[in-house]
């Protein structure tokens, strides 16, 4: 079976519904049109399959160190609709985020809760490997009793 062709692109204000949508399914915290919104420090993008939302991820940047983690780029949360998970749009909207901070930097960080064995796996495939572990970075906390794991990537 052929997987369908997937469009990325900026996120737009009128992706909002879709995204709220996604933000429900996954059980996550609603992203707002702020989150969302064009700014010239981060990128949200989006993938479409057939015109339907099917994902969305974004970057943020620090301008200041938070104890380990340094000042810089990171890659931020990213969402995958149900129906589309497991079929490489994560992997292709971090491959997107990663070229846009390219652009700006030889350096890319991430950091994600111990437990979440899915994405270091995947960040570990495009490079990343792990600098710093703490219960808070950048003012992300982790879940009950756990720790975040902070990862950082150079570009080739």
């Known amino acids: 079976m052929n997987e369908p062709a997937y469009l990325l692109r900026e996120a ?5 519904a879709g995204v709220v949508g996604i933000c429900r399914d ?16 981060r990128t949200v993008v989006v993938a479409t399959v057939g015109g339907d939302l099917a994902g969305v ?17 990171y890659l931020g949360g990213i969402l995958v609709a149900r129906q589309w998970r497991r079929r490489g749009i994560g992997t292709i909207l971090t491959k997107a985020r990663l070229d846009w901070i390219w652009e700006r930097s030889d350096m ?24 710093a572990t703490a219960p808070t970075f950048h003012g992300v906390t982790a879940d009950g009793q756990s720790h975040l794991i902070l990862f950082s990537a150079k570009r080739h």
Not at 57 to 73: C, L, N, V
């Open 108 to 131: 890319a960080f991430y950091f994600a809760n111990k437990h979440n064995t899915a994405s270091i796996q995947l960040h570990k495939t495009l490079g990343f490997q792990p600098i």
């Open 26 to 41: 996954s059980g996550g915290s609603t992203w707002t049109a702020e989150m969302i919104a064009r700014e010239p420090i």
């Open 57 to 73: 991820a974004k970057t943020h940047h620090h301008p200041e160190a938070d104890g380990a983690a340094p000042e810089g780029h």
């Open 12 to 16: 737009r204000t009128d992706d909002l």
